[in-house]
């Protein structure tokens, strides 16, 4: 065990910590609902062990239901839902247990860091890092489709439907300064707009390609870590090659190397104020499936193997 560090900040006890894995069932955000079926995919191949097995010691804290009976009220069910995960994420934070998500669609996200800012509340506010390879930034006014998972950055931004960026006391989740986005090669017009009049700091993918991924995730953890109580990455795993990783609902060409990537992220998780990660939208019934959840696992070995 490592000796207490006399830098650590308030509330962090340092020390080795037990990775808390939280399952997310969201499906009814995005067009593929078998989404919802990725975390007790995941524990049912042996997560646990398979990961205890690369020196990470993890337990699972719940997987989270979504009502399938929502009808009409999708944002009421994703929103009743992001208050559990809230729950459970900010639970997590209080007691310096290491988190990670396990979605489902993107909608998750809404519940996962609105319940670290709670946690969070008091010392200072939230940084993310978000990881896609679109924006998540519309709002129900200009989303084409509807759909929640192509709103939550919008919702923990503060925009969009009440019922999604009221999640927890803290409100909204973030703020725009301490938000970069890494790895965006798809998206429309509002959303890119509704970023630019906030101040969110894109980094597309030909940003990515021209100066390396370790040089943007520098770039962007100065903007999660700076002035912010602790930090998070949310991974959207669409934001990888879809050559390496298949079993995505939304894949578009091009894209972030696995293997770059978890350099990246054992960077991040080296700054003791590293809260935890999310990774969504595998989906378990498309094909590479085995493969995609060998990638989850191996991204949370690199974010997780130096904090134990
Ligand atoms: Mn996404």
Redesign the pocket.
């Given at each position: 065990m490592d000796m207490p560090s006399p830098c650590a900040p308030s509330g962090v006890r340092p020390g080795a910590r037990t990775l808390s894995l939280i399952g997310a069932a969201t499906g009814i955000g995005c067009a593929l609902s078998a989404t919802s079926e990725a975390p007790a995919y995941l524990r049912d191949r042996g997560i646990i062990g398979r990961l205890g097995a690369q020196g990470v010691e993890a337990r699972w804290s719940e997987i989270i239901a979504v009502s399938d009976e929502a009808g009409a009220d999708v944002a009421g069910a994703i929103s009743r839902a992001g208050r559990s995960l809230a729950y459970s994420v900010s639970d997590a934070v209080r007691n310096n247990s290491s988190f990670t998500v396990l979605g489902g669609d993107?909608s998750c996200?809404i519940g996962t860091w609105s319940g670290a800012a709670n946690a969070l509340r008091g010392d200072g506010p939230l940084g993310l890092i978000?990881v896609?390879?679109?924006m998540?930034s519309h709002t129900p006014e200009t989303s084409p489709s509807g759909r929640i998972?192509?709103m939550?950055l919008a919702c923990l931004l503060g925009h969009g439907d009440s019922a999604l960026t009221s999640i927890a006391h803290a409100t909204p989740a973030l703020q725009p300064q301490h938000v970069a986005i890494v790895g965006v090669r798809s998206y429309e017009a509002e959303e890119a707009e509704l970023l630019r009049r906030l101040g969110v700091r894109v980094f597309f993918m030909g940003e990515v390609e021209k100066r390396g991924l370790a040089a943007v995730m520098d770039d962007a953890s100065h903007i999660a870590f700076n002035g912010t109580a602790g930090a998070g990455v949310?991974i959207?795993l669409?934001a990888l090659d879809p050559e390496e990783v298949s079993a995505v609902g939304?894949p578009e060409a091009g894209g972030l190397a696995v293997s770059d990537l978890r350099a990246a992220l054992t960077r991040f998780a080296e700054n003791p104020r590293a809260i935890g990660c999310e990774i969504?939208?595998f989906n378990p019934t498309l094909s590479g499936a085995v493969k995609t959840a060998d990638i989850i696992e191996e991204l949370l070995v690199s974010f997780q193997g130096r904090r134990a």
């Open positions: 993107h996200a978000w896609d390879a679109h998540d998972h192509g939550p949310s959207d669409d939304s969504v939208e």
